[in-house]
């Protein structure tokens, strides 16, 4: 039962271009969500997050949209750049028992041509 | 360099055999997470410590494993009679606290032959 999904395995995107990747939950408690973005053969590094107190967060060329009604986040890269290409992941928190324990999305393999 | 570091980057052993891996966290970070990696997949929980105290398991943890974390600074994670499937990529974190974003290390990509 996963409740981090992350539907679209890769994307594809022509340099200069927005990226925009998807993240949907399931489970309501979740109230705080991060991206992070692995390389191969690296450990996830982190990107950006968002409070479920806020519908959008931005840093730089990297803004986080969260919609809670629909239990819907998106990641948005602009402009993309041959070097955001990776895999991006999506994590969420909440009360689980007492603990705030990071449950992650399966991934999104970004590739951005020059 | 002040961030998480893992020990070894890379381990192949046969099976049957015991490993165990160390994991450095941020000196000031009281939480400690394991996660497990493989191919096509998120990070899966594994287990977390808060200072010294392993708070939680994850049914993922079979009884080969066990994970340590003396005097609340560095934790090893060791698997007893490995098994092919035991294949993948072993993640540590750290956090300063409970809701605070996890900061990893390179990981220890474990493979049994």
């Known amino acids: 039962d996963q409740q981090v999904k992350q539907n679209s395995p890769s994307l594809s995107v022509q340099e200069g271009r927005i990226s925009i990747l998807n993240c949907d939950y399931t489970?309501?408690?979740?109230?705080?969500f991060l991206w992070y973005k692995k390389y191969p053969a690296e450990g996830p590094t982190f990107l950006i997050s968002i409070s479920s107190i806020k519908d959008k967060n931005e840093d730089g060329r990297f803004t986080v949209f969260l919609n809670k009604s629909a239990k819907h986040l998106s990641l948005h890269i602009v402009p993309s750049q041959p070097g955001d290409s990776a895999v991006y992941f999506c994590?969420?928190?909440?009360?689980?028992?007492?603990?705030?324990?990071?449950?992650f999305g399966r991934g999104t393999s970004l590739i951005v041509h020059p | 360099d002040t961030g998480v570091s893992q020990d070894p980057r890379h381990k192949i052993t046969k099976r049957g055999q015991n490993v165990t891996f160390r994991c450095d966290p941020i000196s000031e970070h009281n939480r400690l997470y394991w996660y497990r990696q493989t191919l096509g997949q998120g990070p899966e929980f594994l287990t977390y410590f808060q200072n010294e105290a392993q708070l939680e398991k994850s049914r993922l943890l079979s009884d080969r494993f066990s994970a340590e974390r003396p005097k609340g600074s560095f934790s090893t994670l060791e698997i007893q009679r490995t098994e092919q499937g035991d294949s993948a990529m072993y993640l540590c974190a750290s956090s300063l606290s409970s809701n605070e974003k996890l900061f990893f290390g390179s990981g220890t990509q474990l493979s049994v032959l």
């Open positions: 489970n309501s408690m979740f109230d705080y």
């Open positions: 994590a969420a928190l909440g009360p689980s028992g007492g603990s705030y324990i990071p449950t």
